[in-house]
C-alpha cells in the first residue's frame, strides 16, 4: 500500500506539488494522469524517493520513506520514461549485474523476465543497438527483477509497436492482480483500458481521484448527441435544430466523409438538463424530409474529462 499525506515539494519560491494526499492499496492498478509541469512527474519520485518532500510523509507498506529508504525502495519497482541504462552492455550482462546488485539469482530471473518483457530476440545486443520499444523492455524487466509489490511506471508503452504495447498491457493486468501499479501516460484510452482507478493533478494538486467508471459520472455527465444529414442547408439546419425546445445548443462538427452525400452535416447536439433529445431530433428530420445518416450519443471521453479539469481558466 501507498499512503500520501499532505506532501508538498517545492523548488526554491515555486510549489510544485501542494498538498497532495491519496492512498493506494494492494491489488491496485492506478492512472496518474496531469498535463505537463502539472507535478505528477515530481510526485512520483518522491514516492520512489528521488525528491525528499518539503512537507508530508509518504509510506510504503506503513516504512515512512524518508526515515526507512532501504526497506521502503525494496519494495518498489520504478521505471522512468526514458530508463537510465548502460548502452555499452549487453541485455543478458545489464540484467545479470541488476539481479547481482538486487541480491536475486540471475539463473533464476533472467529466463523469466525474458520471457514475460519479450527480450529472448535481443538478449545477446548492445543496448545502444536496440530500438526505444525494446529499451522500454530492458527497463521494466530491470523494474521487475526483484519482485516488487509496488510497480511506478512512467509512459511504460512510448515507442513500442501495437503489438508490443499489446504485450506490455497484458503483462501490467497481470501483474496488477497481486501488487500495487501505478502507471504515468499521457495516452488516456490506455488509462481506460488498464486503471481502475484514475487520480489528476493539476498545478500541483489533486483535482479528481475515482474509480474510472465513476470519474464520468461526476465529471462527465455532459452528453451529446452527434447526428449526420443531408438534405438541407447548414443554416437551416441549425436553426431549425436549436428550435427545439429540449436543445441546449448546436454545433457543426466534423464527420465521416459520405461518398453517396458529399455535402451530409454533422452536428453535435446538448440537452438541456442532460434529456433526451433523440426523439425530437428524428421527428424534425422526418418532418423536414431531410436523410438521416447517423444519429447516436456521444459521451465525454476521459480526454474530455482531463481536459475540462486541467485547462487553463
Aim: proline fraction near 4%.
Amino acid at each position: 500500500m501507498i499512503e500520501v499525506s499532505h506532501v508538498s515539494k517545492r523548488f526554491g519560491e515555486f510549489k510544485a506539488v501542494d498538498d497532495v494526499s491519496f492512498s493506494i492499496p494492494t491489488g491496485q492498478i492506478v492512472g496518474l494522469l496531469g498535463p505537463n509541469g502539472a507535478g505528477k512527474s515530481t510526485t512520483m519520485r518522491m514516492i520512489t524517493g528521488f525528491f525528499k518532500p518539503s512537507a508530508g510523509t509518504i509510506l510504503i507498506d506503513g516504512l515512512d520513506i524518508e526515515k526507512n529508504p532501504v526497506e521502503a525502495k525494496q519494495k518498489i519497482g520504478y521505471m522512468p520514461e526514458s530508463a537510465p541504462l548502460y548502452a555499452d552492455m549487453i541485455v543478458e550482462e545489464y540484467l545479470r549485474y541488476v539481479a547481482l546488485m538486487q541480491n536475486q539469482n540471475p539463473d533464476e530471473k533472467i529466463p523469466k523476465l525474458c520471457e514475460e518483457c519479450g527480450l529472448k530476440e535481443v538478449m545477446h545486443k548492445n543496448i545502444s543497438e536496440l530500438s526505444r520499444g525494446y529499451k522500454q523492455r530492458v527497463g521494466l524487466a530491470h523494474s521487475l527483477m526483484n519482485d516488487p509489490e509496488i510497480l511506478i511506471l512512467d509512459e511504460p508503452t512510448s515507442g513500442l509497436d501495437p503489438n508490443q504495447i499489446e504485450d506490455v498491457r497484458n503483462l501490467i493486468r497481470e501483474i496488477g492482480k497481486t501488487r500495487t501499479v501505478i502507471i504515468s501516460t499521457h495516452i488516456l484510452s490506455e488509462v481506460e483500458m488498464l486503471c481502475g482507478r484514475v487520480i489528476i493533478i493539476s498545478k500541483g494538486k489533486v483535482v479528481a481521484d475515482s474509480p474510472t467508471a465513476e470519474l464520468r459520472e461526476r465529471y462527465g455527465h455532459a452528453e451529446t448527441v452527434f447526428i449526420q444529414i443531408d438534405g438541407v442547408a447548414e443554416e437551416e439546419a441549425k436553426e431549425s435544430i436549436s428550435s427545439i425546445n429540449t436543445v441546449d445548443s448546436c454545433t457543426l462538427t466534423q464527420g465521416d466523409r459520405i461518398e453517396s452525400a458529399p455535402n451530409a452535416l454533422s452536428f453535435l447536439v446538448s440537452a438541456k438538463d442532460g434529456g433526451e433529445i433523440r426523439p425530437d431530433l428524428f421527428r424534425l428530420c422526418a418532418e423536414k424530409n431531410w436523410t438521416i445518416y447517423e444519429l447516436s450519443v456521444r459521451k465525454n471521453s476521459l480526454e474530455d474529462i482531463f481536459h475540462g479539469l486541467t485547462i487553463e481558466n
